[in-house]
């Protein structure tokens, strides 16, 4: 059964995603569910998109704030704008978004089941229902403002929402998962993303079956208005609550700026090690652009564990937007030029393994399990002095933040 498996704390933050970013993250998240699908299949992908931890650091690895939660806006878009035109090769479909996107999506997936031939109405009572659910069911003080549904062919699904808390100025992750779902109304939750904000009315817990139960034999048997009589007489005697299951918990902190402890160095510096080891022989014939080439290794690397890593690596998002930046300038501009070609690279080798050949694509492959087997004994540059040379060299990278272009460094010390 699909159960509450994690939380995390995720900073609200205003403002959009600049178009210049926008069309480079659905490319880029195209091209790595692709890659993904390729190799694993398309509820592999499902279940990764489950997994707050791999979501927050697959939306750093295509260059949003690391720790905000207007990530979870920006991967549901892009996957959208990306995966749309794609559909029906993949087997995939996104359906929903923000505001009065996710109001459209019962009737997006009516539409999308008339097309395909799964069962949309049933898929759009789901989708009310979960909406329902962390709504009405969980009362945590988040109010929903995001609703994503991803369906395959078979009607296996993923569901990512989210809700904010104006006062608190944090936002809540849901995510759900079909696979082994056996219940909406007990412990159907694959994890809940949000910080600890006290006492919590959920109505999902296992432990509240008795609760379900009574509630409605209470309504059959005293009615509303005796109902409301009752609780007026017990109005201040506080219900004992008993203690929530130890859980991870993922804390993304409110400072902006990413800091040496929000980074795992022993492996980033595999990552790196595994670049400068096999970039030279696999990559020989994909890179060609002078001077940017052997950077590009560096967040393939980072790509790579993003389409085969293992769950507990991504315990760290930070690391991952060291791949490409963010758009406000933390850890560094967006390198475009890096970007592009990231994206150029995953695409020619998507190309030859639809043609049969995977040796491009085992590459990349390769760089993950090199990094795996490098970072026990790696070294490498102090974070610090990383990001610094990466800032140094914005420019050449072809360096871009909503603050604009990055100047050369003789601008930089001229100003």
């Known amino acids: ?176 998962l079909s696979h082994d779902l056996k219940s909406f109304v007990e412990t159907p939750h694959s994890a809940i993303d949000g910080k600890n904000q006290g006492e919590i009315v959920n109505l999902t817990d296992v432990r509240a079956k008795a609760s379900r139960a009574g509630q409605l034999e209470l309504l059959q048997e005293f009615g509303p208005d005796r109902i409301v009589q009752e609780l007026s007489a017990l109005e201040g005697a506080p219900a004992p609550v008993e203690a929530e299951p130890m859980l991870p918990h993922l804390i993304m902190p409110s ?36 001077g940017v080439g052997a950077r590009t290794v560096h967040s393939l690397a980072l790509v790579a564990e993003v389409v085969h890593g293992a769950p507990h690596r991504f315990a760290d998002p930070a690391r991952f937007s060291l791949a ?27 190309g030859s393994a639809r043609l049969g050949n995977d040796e491009k694509l085992d590459a990349i492959r390769r760089l993950d399990y090199q990094a795996r087997q490098l970072e026990v004994h790696a070294t490498g540059p102090s974070y610090g002095a990383f990001t610094a040379e990466e800032r140094r060299r914005s420019f050449e990278y072809g360096g871009r933040s909503v603050f604009g272009w990055e100047p050369p460094p003789a601008a930089i010390k001229s100003s």
């Open 1 to 176: 059964m699909a159960k509450r498996s994690g939380s995390a704390d995720l900073p609200l933050h205003n403002g959009r995603v600049p178009l210049w970013l926008a069309s480079r993250m659905a490319r880029l998240g195209t091209v790595i569910t692709e890659a993904i699908v390729h190799h694993y299949g398309r509820e592999e992908f499902l279940r990764r998109l489950a997994h707050p931890y791999w979501f927050q650091s697959f939306g750093a690895v295509m260059g949003m704030d690391w720790h905000s939660s207007g990530i979870t806006t920006a991967v549901i878009g892009a996957l959208k704008r990306g995966l749309t035109p794609r559909a029906k090769e993949l087997g995939l479909h996104v359906c929903g978004g923000r505001g009065s996107h996710s109001r459209q999506t019962p009737h997006e997936l009516v539409a999308i089941g008339e097309r395909t031939g799964f069962d949309g109405a049933a898929l759009a009572r789901t989708s009310r229902l979960v909406a329902k659910v962390d709504s009405a069911a969980v009362q945590d003080g988040f109010d929903l403002y995001l609703h994503g549904f991803i369906v395959t062919d078979d009607s296996q699904w993923v569901v990512v929402q989210q809700g904010m808390n104006g006062t608190s100025k944090l936002a809540r992750r849901y995510h759900w």
């Open 324 to 350: 490409h930046g963010g758009k406000d300038r933390h850890p560094y501009p967006v390198p475009l030029k890096v970007l592009d070609e990231t994206i150029g690279v995953l695409k020619s080798a998507l």
């Open 255 to 290: 400072h902006h700026d990413v800091r040496p402890k929000d980074v795992m160095m022993r492996r980033l510096h595999g990552a790196l090690a595994a670049a400068a080891d096999a970039g030279p022989t696999d990559f020989a014939d994909l890179l060609l652009v002078p």
